[in-house]
């Protein structure tokens, strides 16, 4: 999945990238595609779920049930901040180190 603006345009670079990565790791976490119709409304969207369920401190209940090994608590937190500020297009400014 692509930053939706950079898609439209047909405009890939390192930002796109770093989007894409971002939605990456949120598909691993959560075993969930980054849209699907056939969830509730309010879960369609992968990036605007997360951020839901993670802004309601529920981030185990994020977690893909099928996973061989389960994630540390803080481990899984950190991961999932990471993963958000990647899709964040305002906070991809300061990620330079990742880029």
């Not at 969830?39 to 893909?64: H, I, S």
């Not at 937190?77 to 964040?88: C, E, G, H, I, T």
């Amino acid at each position: 999945m692509l930053l939706p603006n950079i898609a439209s345009m047909g405009m890939l670079n390192k930002r796109s990238d770093t989007y894409s990565f971002g939605i990456l790791i949120m598909e691993i976490i959560s075993g969930r595609n980054p849209v699907d119709y056939s969830r509730p409304p309010d879960e369609v969207n992968l990036v605007d779920w997360l951020k839901t369920m993670v802004t309601n401190r529920n981030a185990k209940g994020v977690l893909y049930p099928k996973l061989p090994e389960k994630p540390s608590s803080r481990a899984l937190k950190r991961a999932l901040l990471v993963a958000l500020r990647w899709v964040d297009p305002s906070a991809q400014r300061g990620l330079k180190w990742v880029m």
